[in-house]
């Protein structure tokens, strides 16, 4: 099973700043089989990236996707205020398919 | 639009057995593999497994497997996630999501159902 292990576990920013939220993968991602998603309070996830760059439908361009093998991050260039949310990164080219621990991103 | 509509939330006691539902419409559900997540109190997310709807072709997480059963009906556009003997530590939120590709698992999740909530206490 290939474990996903992101950091940190919670990044206290400010409207405007940049966010970069860190997924490392225990062996080498599938095809680059990587996802990110956004889950608000009382929410459910919602897919912003994955292939490990391509935005989802819908998905504002200050979100974007890097990576390859182990190491994917994702940025936010510049928060706005529906941003601060927990962001979990998902490998989908193994079975099983896993999720990492999740990254939250909170008002300063 | 696409939608994944998830049965309402589930109060039970241990031992109890439930199936919970969850019904696609605006798409062709039967070709889309669905997946099933569990996501505990305060936690994370985790992939208990995924059934493509057409043959009912199910795989399972080995750290769910032997303790659920996932199965679908194609001809209401419903897929299940059920339990013969419920625990306390079952209490979670249960999401749905369709695989956003017609024909293939190695896809992401584009479509979630709105989670239904399982609370077993005695």
């Known amino acids: 099973e290939i474990v996903l292990t992101q950091s940190p576990g919670t990044l206290s920013l400010s409207p405007g700043e940049r966010a970069a939220l860190s997924c490392r993968a225990s062996?080498?991602?599938?095809?680059?089989?990587l996802a990110w998603y956004q889950q608000k309070p009382g929410q459910a996830p919602r897919l912003l990236i994955y292939g490990v760059s391509s935005r989802a439908t819908g998905i504002p361009d200050r979100f974007s996707g890097s990576g390859s093998g182990t190491d994917f991050t994702l940025t936010i260039s510049r928060l706005e205020p529906e941003d601060f949310a927990v962001y979990y990164c998902?490998?989908?080219?193994?079975?099983?398919?896993?999720f990492g621990p999740g990254t939250k991103v909170e008002i300063k | 639009e696409v939608q994944l509509v998830q049965s309402g939330a589930e109060v039970k006691k241990p031992g109890e057995s439930l199936k919970i539902s969850c019904k696609g419409s605006?798409?062709?559900?039967?070709?889309?593999?669905v997946t099933w997540v569990r996501q505990m109190p305060g936690k994370g997310l985790e992939w208990m497994g995924i059934?493509?709807?057409?043959?009912?072709?199910?795989r399972y997480s080995p750290s769910f497997q032997g303790l659920v059963t996932i199965s679908a009906d194609k001809s209401i556009s419903t897929a299940y996630l059920q339990w013969s003997s419920l625990k306390a530590s079952d209490t979670a939120i249960y999401y749905c999501?369709?695989?956003?590709?017609?024909?293939?698992?190695?896809?992401?999740?584009?479509?979630w159902g709105q989670g239904t909530l399982v609370t077993v206490s005695s």
């Open positions: 062996q080498s991602v599938y095809s680059n089989y």
């Open positions: 999501a369709r695989h956003s590709e017609h024909g293939t698992s190695w896809t992401p999740l584009d479509y």
């Open positions: 059934i493509y709807p057409s043959d009912s072709d199910t």
């Open positions: 605006a798409y062709n559900f039967a070709n889309y593999w």
């Open positions: 998902q490998q989908y080219g193994y079975s099983p398919r896993t």
